[in-house]
């Protein structure tokens, strides 16, 4: 739903009709989500343990995209420049909550201005650089974040991952080339370092080619003071969720990120993706593991239009952990996955998604090196709480979208 306003207010008095100054032209849109579905799991169990598990029926929300309400706004404030804002909330269809507690506008927050010549500069709570130029050729497109982003989303390559507190430019588009800079203010005093989310991106993009380079780091406030959150109001000004791919690592003093991800389009029914992430986990001295922790993930997604209403993928990733602190038999996730979508109209669809995720090897639990336990999976970005209790892990669900 859009809303339009053009000002240009007249007085009258004393039979003279005096003209008021026209503002400029601006512009409010009210928009959103609404995605509800009926998922399956087998042997779930809690975070952390590995046996033990059974097989669970649920109502799953957001997962071809998440549920959401928002306004964006624009100002013409002349010359090409527009003052611009988006203001994004998150919620549940099932029981109706509010995505993020305490924080009404959880999911986007900022103002900033745009300039065809120059480019854009935005503050607020909003995506990194990194995930904002790596989500064109990402596996979450047409797989979606719940169950195609790699193992726990441990690359960032879905949505979950915004900073507080930052400062994003964009840069216009010249000769095919889009740079992208955002760096999140901690506010701990005496450093702009501690606590602090930074990110960069460079793309390419010409014809049906595209490729993007990007690297992002978040420093914890304190060494080895746990770098993680599910809430939105972390001290490493991000989101990190936790899932049983990195459960041992949550006492990080920082991570880092970097990756590259291309996609090309054959034709008006054909594409194809690919993307490669190296993730690093930095032990501080408080840390409950000692070594560097890296993992390196490679995957691929192949896009069909089988139909002007039908849309299909297939996708597949591996990720595998280096040896360290400890394990000489590093963790190691394969991971498969397919999508179909049928479009009732251009606002609602149909869709179903299924996935199959092997773990093998050995990672960290909770209590870090005093603790070596065997690998389980966790699929997408959907099942960071409930991860496998056994090396396998399957998950379908069946769901309806709307786009107002």
Aim: proline share 3%; with cysteine; hydrophobic share 40%.
């Amino acid at each position: 739903m859009k809303k339009n306003t053009a000002v240009a207010l007249p007085l009258f008095a004393c039979g003279v009709v005096f003209a008021m100054p026209v503002f400029a032209q601006s512009s409010v849109t009210l928009y959103g989500i609404v995605d509800e579905s009926i998922s399956y799991q087998n042997s779930q169990a809690s975070l952390g343990a590995n046996s033990g598990g059974k097989s669970n029926v649920k109502m799953l929300t957001g997962v071809w995209s998440g549920s959401r309400f928002g306004f964006k706004g624009a100002e013409d404030l002349g010359g090409g420049t527009k003052a611009i804002f988006t203001l994004e909330s998150g919620f549940n269809p099932a029981s109706g909550a509010q995505q993020y507690t305490n924080a009404m506008f959880g999911r986007q927050a900022w103002v900033g201005l745009s300039d065809p010549r120059f480019g854009s500069l935005t503050v607020g709570r909003q995506y990194t650089s990194y995930y904002s130029l790596l989500a064109a050729y990402g596996p979450t497109t047409w797989l979606t974040g719940a169950f195609g982003a790699h193992p726990g989303d441990l690359d960032e390559m879905d949505t979950i991952y915004r900073a507080n507190s930052s400062i994003v430019y964009t840069s216009p588009t010249l000769m095919g080339f889009t740079v992208s800079g955002s760096y999140a203010l901690a506010g701990v005093a005496g450093s702009v370092n501690r606590g602090a989310t930074w990110s960069g991106a460079l793309r390419y993009a010409n014809g049906p080619f595209g490729i993007t380079a990007a690297i992002t780091r978040i420093n914890n406030a304190t060494p080895g003071g746990g770098a993680y959150s599910s809430d939105s109001t972390s001290n490493a000004n991000g989101e990190q969720g936790v899932s049983s791919v990195t459960n041992g690592y949550q006492t990080a003093q920082a991570q880092q990120r970097a990756a590259v991800a291309a996609g090309y389009k054959f034709n008006a029914s054909w594409d194809v993706s690919f993307s490669y992430s190296n993730v690093q986990y930095v032990p501080g001295s408080n840390s409950l593991y000692h070594d560097l922790a890296i993992f390196n993930t490679a995957g691929a997604v192949l896009h069909w239009v089988a139909t002007p209403r039908v849309d299909l993928a297939t996708g597949y990733s591996y990720t595998r952990a280096t040896r360290a602190n400890g394990i000489t038999d590093p963790a190691q996730y394969q991971q498969f996955n397919l999508s179909q979508y049928y479009a009732l109209s251009k606002r609602t669809g149909l869709y179903a998604v299924q996935a199959f995720q092997r773990a093998n090897g050995k990672t960290l639990g909770t209590a870090g090196e005093s603790a070596i336990i065997n690998a389980t999976p966790s699929i997408g970005d959907g099942f960071q709480s409930a991860p496998a209790s056994s090396r396998s892990q399957i998950a379908a669900a069946v769901g309806i979208i709307h786009r107002f």
